[in-house]
């Protein structure tokens, strides 16, 4: 089925294609590039801000610690910096602009900035970005408080708030006029200074009002998005949640099959051109997530334990896959197949504490950048041959990394 719908996003993407004529554009605007690269510093904290054809640092901006997660908005415009351990998020201007103007795109540069607004919460861990907006949890609140990028950009802090049950680590996702939010499972007695384990998922609508049931999904931890599916990883499967119409969202859990090794999903990435989720399953294994199918698992064994992956924006049917033996690999999806493979830094082990700094991966158009926080770099290769195609020095310890940017008209 997942060929099928590879099929028909090609078939599709081919008649949308820009009729001739019908462009609006003047005979001396300019169609440009722009490519940024956003590093986090494991090591003294702060952001690192790249131009990834200068191969150049751009600015560099202080965060009160280091960023556990480093998340852009859909537009690409912000980026928000969260600081798990400082209670804290501070937002960045990536000074991109990208438009849509049907048969284009505009492309507007300008400097970088971080922004004057400074979020600060209880324990802020998942900034979930959805259509101009982004929602933040903070697991020692127990509560999302939802940011407007433009409110954001314009130095304001003004939000509204999605509450849950009680303190856990947690997350919230918007679905139409309705809200999916993680429940604690506040039978389990915990220790003093703990949080609850998650029980499961409930959906809320807009006055916070729990609509149906608390759907279980034991130890819910990972969350992704394609082709408005809502994916949640759980000890029992992959919860799945969609819309029809104005109604409440539909829950359903994908169950593992009995066939299936001991392990579980854990993190997930959806596609963006075609409906589907990519998940770790284990140490090891990536598993494709196709819930149109009978079996919806395609386990994709790796040669060792991976460390990062990513799918490819661009080109939809590849993922990239750092392993802790240095290794970066392009695997098929449509195959499940590793089809190239590239040593690009020495082996990083995934023994440790999870915040110990490895390497991380990005795509920018035609090239995946790999962090190597041991060599204070950002390796960069082709992302068709895994060619070099140079490095960039990075001070501190190159972490976290985002690539944002593309080509358009600058008018």
Not at 180 to 205: F, M, W
Not at 268 to 295: C, H, P, W
Request: aromatic fraction near 6%; proline fraction near 6%.
């Amino acid at each position: 089925m997942f060929k099928h719908v590879v099929q028909a996003a090609i078939i599709s993407g081919a008649v949308l294609m820009p009729v001739l004529g019908v462009s609006v554009a003047r005979a001396d605007d300019e169609t440009k590039q722009a490519w940024r690269l956003f590093v986090t510093d494991q090591q003294e904290g702060g952001v690192t801000v790249l131009d990834l054809e200068q191969k150049s640092v751009i600015d560099r901006f202080a965060t009160k610690g280091y960023v556990t997660h480093l998340v852009p908005s859909q537009s690409g415009r912000t980026l928000a910096a969260v600081q798990m351990d400082h209670d804290v998020v501070n937002m960045i201007d990536s000074g991109i602009e990208l438009s849509s103007h049907r048969d284009h795109s505009d492309l507007e540069i300008h400097d970088p900035a971080l922004l004057p607004i400074t979020i600060a919460g209880k324990r802020p861990v998942h900034a979930v970005p959805d259509h101009g907006v982004f929602y933040i949890f903070f697991d020692g609140e127990g509560a999302a408080k939802v940011f407007d990028e433009g409110d954001l950009i314009a130095g304001k802090s003004v939000h509204k708030t999605v509450t849950g049950s009680a303190p856990h680590h947690g997350v919230v996702v918007p679905k139409g006029n309705y809200h999916l939010i993680s429940e604690p499972n506040l039978a389990v007695e915990t220790k003093p200074g703990s949080l609850p384990p998650r029980l499961g998922l409930k959906v809320l609508d807009q006055d916070g009002k729990q609509v149906g049931p608390v759907h279980t999904c034991t130890g819910l931890h990972g969350e992704a998005s394609s082709a408005g599916v809502t994916a949640f990883g759980c000890e029992e499967g992959v919860i799945i949640a969609y819309q029809n119409g104005d109604d409440a969202p539909t829950v359903e859990m994908l169950p593992y099959s009995k066939d299936m090794p001991e392990g579980r999903v854990g993190h997930l990435a959806g596609g963006k051109a075609m409906q589907f989720f990519l998940g770790d399953y284990g140490s090891d294994k990536l598993v494709l997530i196709d819930r149109t199918e009978q079996n919806p698992f395609h386990l994709i064994n790796l040669p060792v334990r991976y460390v990062h992956f990513i799918l490819d924006p661009a080109r939809v049917t590849i993922a990239y896959v750092f392993t802790e033996d240095g290794y970066l690999h392009a695997v098929d999806l449509l195959d499940g197949k590793i089809v190239r493979s590239a040593q690009i830094t020495k082996p990083y082990s995934k023994d440790g504490h999870w915040r110990d700094p490895r390497p991380r991966i990005a795509v920018a158009g035609d090239v995946v950048s790999v962090t190597d926080p041991r060599e204070h770099l950002v390796r960069l290769v082709d992302a068709e041959t895994f060619a070099n195609k140079g490095e960039i020095p990075v001070d501190g310890l190159p972490f976290n990394i985002v690539a944002l940017g593309g080509s358009g008209l600058s008018h």
